[in-house]
Nanobody
Framework: QVQLVESGGGLVQAGGSLRLSCAAS????????MGWYRRAPGKQRELVAG???????NYADSMKGRFTISRDNAKNTVYLEMNSLKLEDTAVYYC??????????WGQGIQVTVSS
């Protein structure tokens, strides 16, 4: 059983920054991929960013240049640094981790609200 604890969300003004964290714990040998998705009101879930164990990253086009994903393998934690936030970044953000040899595990979601 893998537990994911997300933190760092909240309310921020447009143009501001937030840093999300997601710490994984539980029975797992090692973690492969980690990352973030989000679901905005009335929209489908979309990929925000992902990172492999080796540090290769990928981003949705609308996040490139504004968001930075990173991870600390020793802490089993993935981070999402979000800068220049826009109103349309308002969403519930979900982290995921994929332990090696296992299935995807999801966090409970954390609200990010960007105000004008």
């Amino acid at each position: 059983q893998v537990q994911l604890v997300e933190s760092g969300g909240g309310l921020v003004q447009a143009g501001g920054s937030l840093r999300l964290s997601c710490a994984a714990s539980g029975r797992m040998f090692s973690i492969g991929a980690m990352g973030w998705y989000r679901r905005a009101p009335g929209k489908q879930r979309e990929l925000v960013a992902g990172i492999t164990r080796g540090g290769s990253t990928n981003y949705a086009d609308s996040m490139k240049g504004r968001f930075t994903i990173s991870r600390d393998n020793a802490k089993n934690t993935v981070y999402l640094e979000m800068n220049s936030l826009k109103l349309e970044d308002t969403a519930v953000y979900y982290c995921y981790v994929v332990p090696l040899g296992s299935t995807w595990n999801w966090g409970q979601g954390i609200q990010v609200t960007v105000s004008s």
